[in-house]
């Protein structure tokens, strides 16, 4: 009985939703270059807001899915087993293909000596981790720039043995609550000081290398990205409690109402941050920009991770659904490989005639397929068989 407790729960629901978060990115950088920003700017930023969401629906899911795959191992008895079988599982989850899409763009970077210097960054997964070096000088844009996201990922794996010994403690939907909110209005605080001492700061605050660095902290830094991993973190453990029946209040109608109310509340917070933050994209000075997508998203995204997890209803039969689970499986490849071929369907042309639109939606369609078919590919030949060398080195059966 006590074996059968400690085994993670499957909620295909989430695997669903790590393909909505792939096609987020891949249908915003699509459009992106299908319809020539330049001639029309106005979709390049509603688009873009569809990339944001993708990502912050990226760190929600993994806090959530590492919670609920790892939190009973990690409280058992054998803690050092516990550790060691999600280093490895993990490793095996990223490193194989994000190493074999570095030396994809390697290959295609010329050789500099920025490259040269951000090479070690990118072996150890730790480009991400350190502010700019100038003006725009993001040393995870040298090369392979959409990277920046798994090594911020690898930033939270890192972390999250220590995360789950506190999330675990939290075992009433109360406590839970209470550290959800605590955790939005922490990351309130260390955003606005950020923004006040511009700690790791270069040059003086308001400056435009300030500015890069405040980008740079609250878009793509593992610290900025931070809360929502602890929100992902804490929603799996909220699942966890409603899977063991520790909620008895959320049965039957009552279920139905709070998960259609998470829904509705979540849908609204994302639309309502993309209207205010579409204007402001460019301006990283901007809360609304790219201020801060913790603030603005995370919360929101938390609540609709949630209800397609734990509800019944229309969302959850539809992220479970076979074909959302394929598209699931194949989310990360599909999300490193997207940048080798978007970029060679950049659009030329810039008059906006009834010929460039129906071109530039062709073009996308034909992005988005054609990365599809890549990508099932590169899940059957890299991903599945890497994982399933490297995890024989496991430990037991946890």
């Excluded at 920025?114 to 997964?125: G, M, Q, V």
């Excluded at 520790?246 to 259609?260: I, K, M, N, Q």
Aim: glycine share 8%; aromatic share 16%.
């Amino acid at each position: 009985m006590e074996a059968a407790q400690s085994r993670p729960p499957k909620i295909p629901a989430l695997t669903g939703l790590r393909f909505i978060a792939a096609m987020s990115v891949l249908v915003a950088h699509a459009v992106d270059q299908a319809f020539a920003p330049y001639a029309a700017k106005q979709i390049a930023l509603a688009t873009a807001h569809l990339a944001f969401f993708g990502m912050s629906l990226f760190f929600v899911l993994s806090g959530t899915v590492l919670a609920i795959n790892y939190s009973f191992a990690l409280q058992g008895p054998h803690k050092g087993t516990a550790v060691w079988n999600f280093a490895v599982a993990r490793f095996a989850r990223i490193v194989p293909l994000y190493y074999f899409c570095g030396i994809v763009f390697f290959a295609a970077t010329p050789w500099s000596n920025e490259l040269k210097a951000a090479l070690p960054s990118y072996f150890l997964l730790t480009q991400s981790w350190t502010p700019c070096s100038g003006v725009n000088a993001f040393k995870f844009m040298v090369f392979y720039p959409h990277s920046w996201s798994i090594s911020t990922e690898w930033f939270f794996y890192l972390l999250f043995p220590l995360v789950c010994l506190g999330t675990t403690k939290l075992r009433s939907s109360r406590s839970l609550g209470v550290a959800f909110v605590a955790s939005i209005v922490g990351f309130a605080f260390l955003f606005y000081a950020y923004r006040l001492f511009q700690v790791g700061g270069i040059d003086q605050p308001g400056s435009q290398s300030a500015a890069c660095n405040l980008k740079w902290f609250s878009y793509f830094s593992p610290f900025g990205r931070f809360c929502e991993f602890v929100l992902g973190t804490i929603v799996g453990q909220y699942i966890l409690l409603r899977q063991r029946g520790g909620d008895p209040r959320l049965t039957g109608r009552a279920s139905g109402f709070v998960e259609t109310g998470m829904i509705a509340l979540g849908a609204i917070g994302v639309l309502a941050a993309g209207v205010l933050a579409t204007p402001k994209v460019a301006n990283v000075e901007s809360i609304m920009g790219y201020g801060a997508p913790s603030l603005l998203l995370g919360p929101f995204v938390a609540l609709i991770v949630t209800a397609c997890a734990t509800g019944q209803g229309p969302l959850n039969w539809l992220m479970s659904s076979r074909f959302l689970q394929w598209g699931g499986d194949l989310s990360y490849s599909l999300y490193l490989l997207h940048p080798m071929l978007v970029t060679y369907f950049q659009n030329p042309f810039v008059d906006l005639g009834t010929l460039y639109w129906i071109e530039a939606c062709l073009r996308v369609t034909v992005m988005v397929l054609l990365n599809v078919l890549i990508a099932a590919g590169s899940y059957s030949l890299i991903e599945v068989p890497s994982r399933a060398f490297f995890r024989r080195l496991r430990v037991g059966n946890t």
